[in-house]
Each structure stands twice: as C-alpha cells, then as structure tokens.
C-alpha cells in the first residue's frame, strides 16, 4: 500500500553542514537526491549536486541562505502524475511560520520508519532558544512584560513580606545599598527584555545556518546571547538577593 504524509514545523532552528548530511543519509545516500536548492535573502537561488558544496556559498549578513530544500525521488516509487514519484521531499526555511516542512510518499512501512526519522532529526535541530524564536514579535512583547513584571512582583512581595517580620532586629548596614542592587537588577532584566524586542530576529533567528561564512557569525551570535542570557540570570538574581537584604538591613 502506498501513502503519502507531509508534516509543518514551527520550530527554532540550527542546521550546519553536519545535519545536512544526516537527512542525506535518511534519505537513502548521496546516489538517491535528486535536488538540493538554496535560496539566498536577497532573492538569488543556487541548484547544487550534494551537501558538500554548500560550503562554497557566500552567506554572509546581508546575503544570507533562507531556505534549503533537499528531494530524494527513487525511480522505484511511482505514485500518480497528480503526486509525482518522491519519497521525501523536506524544506527548513528561516520564517516566523513552518521552518521546517517534509512530505514523503511510498510503501506505508517506509513512510512510517523515514517519518519517525525525519522528526527525530528535527528534534535535534532545536536550540535552547527554540520556542523563543517562532514567536512573534506582540506575543514576544507580551512574553517579555510578563517575565519583567513577574520579577519585579516577586522582588517587592519578599522585600514587604520579610520587612514586616525582620525590622524589629535592626541592621548594622544601611537598606539603601540592597535597594538600589535590587533595583539596578531590575533595571538590567528590563533593558535586556527591551534589547530584544528590538533585535528579535537578528538575537534569535528562526532558522540558522552554520554553512560558509554564516557558521563562524553564528558561533559568534551564539557566544553573545550565552552572554546575555548570563547577565540575565546574574541580574535577576541580584534583584531577588537585593530585596531579601533590604528587609533584613533596612
């Protein structure tokens, strides 16, 4: 029996040459693609004979790959000319919507095993970021202000609460100091929420290529938003720890 089933992904994304070369293995080896397709941002489009000559493309800011779309079309698996002959067809585009898009067609027993391949391959593609990435930009605003405000309300109910059991103890150090160290983490977690709604898609692509000259950029990117992510957390953990200390030395 023949069947045919084509599955969309949101996801964030990084692909390099490496994970390239994996779904060419998934799809029956090098003998068996009979397409691969680059599309660049700035509307060009190349048409390579393997994996390995994606290192030859010039993707670079600017000039930058957007989509790659991989065809594996055995001459055994013949469908109907409304469905041509393809076993696997999958696409990962850098857009907010689908990033990812895989149709395969065949004997049921192979589409079931190449599915199950093919989201597993997916699966390992996701960055830390992932989810953060295919958002758009109200709901990343929204996301954003409700982690900010979150802080901010966790910050001021322990700074209340503790202060209203630990003032009759004293301080030896003024409050003031913990204050301002809370508000100055407060303020830190605001301008990186505020940074990022600015820079969305440049901080957290939806699909990013370590191919060419793109993979050194994107190891650099990600050294930055492993930077920010830090002074995030460091931040947020001051505002905590500064309010704790204000109840206690104010």
């Given at each position: 029996?023949?069947v045919?089933?084509?599955?969309?992904?949101?996801?964030?994304?990084?692909?390099g040459?490496?994970?390239?070369?994996?779904?060419?293995?998934?799809?029956?080896?090098?003998d068996?693609?009979?397409?691969?397709?680059?599309?660049?941002?700035?509307?060009?489009?190349?048409?390579?004979e393997?994996a390995?000559?994606l290192?030859?493309?010039?993707n670079?800011?600017?000039?930058?790959?957007?989509?790659?779309?991989?065809?594996?079309?055995p001459?055994?698996f013949?469908?109907?000319?409304?469905?041509?002959?393809?076993?696997?067809?999958?696409?990962?585009?850098?857009?907010?919507?689908?990033?990812?898009?895989?149709?395969v067609?065949?004997?049921?027993?192979v589409v079931?095993?190449?599915?199950?391949?093919?989201?597993?391959w997916?699966t390992?593609l996701?960055?830390?970021?992932?989810?953060?990435?295919?958002?758009?930009?109200?709901?990343?605003?929204?996301?954003?202000?409700a982690?900010?405000?979150?802080?901010?309300?966790?910050?001021?109910?322990?700074?209340?609460?503790?202060?209203?059991t630990?003032?009759?103890?004293?301080?030896?150090?003024?409050?003031?100091?913990?204050?301002?160290?809370?508000?100055?983490?407060l303020?830190?977690?605001?301008?990186?929420?505020?940074?990022?709604?600015?820079?969305?898609?440049r901080?957290?692509?939806?699909?990013?290529?370590?191919?060419?000259?793109?993979?050194?950029?994107?190891?650099?990117?990600?050294?930055?938003?492993?930077?920010?992510?830090?002074?995030?957390?460091?931040?947020?953990?001051v505002?905590?720890?500064?309010?704790?200390?204000?109840?206690?030395?104010?």
């Amino acid at each position: 029996m023949y069947v045919s089933r084509s599955k969309d992904f949101r996801v964030g994304c990084r692909i390099g040459s490496w994970d390239l070369e994996r779904l060419t293995q998934l799809l029956g080896g090098a003998d068996l693609i009979s397409g691969l397709s680059v599309e660049m941002t700035d509307g060009s489009r190349y048409q390579l004979e393997s994996a390995g000559e994606l290192q030859e493309i010039e993707n670079r800011p600017g000039r930058q790959v957007g989509a790659i779309t991989i065809e594996s079309a055995p001459p055994a698996f013949v469908f109907t000319e409304t469905n041509p002959a393809r076993l696997a067809l999958v696409t990962v585009r850098n857009g907010v919507s689908d990033t990812i898009r895989y149709h395969v067609s065949g004997p049921a027993r192979v589409v079931d095993r190449l599915a199950r391949e093919l989201d597993e391959w997916v699966t390992s593609l996701r960055p830390w970021y992932s989810s953060l990435a295919v958002m758009e930009r109200p709901r990343f605003f929204l996301w954003s202000t409700a982690v900010v405000g979150t802080l901010a309300l966790l910050v001021l109910a322990v700074y209340l609460t503790l202060g209203g059991t630990t003032g009759a103890f004293g301080a030896s150090l003024p409050g003031r100091l913990a204050r301002l160290a809370a508000a100055g983490g407060l303020a830190v977690v605001t301008a990186t929420a505020a940074f990022l709604n600015v820079r969305l898609r440049r901080w957290l692509p939806p699909a990013e290529f370590h191919i060419g000259q793109g993979a050194a950029n994107a190891k650099r990117l990600e050294r930055r938003r492993l930077r920010l992510l830090r002074a995030s957390v460091g931040a947020a953990v001051v505002a905590a720890a500064g309010s704790v200390a204000g109840a206690f030395l104010a």
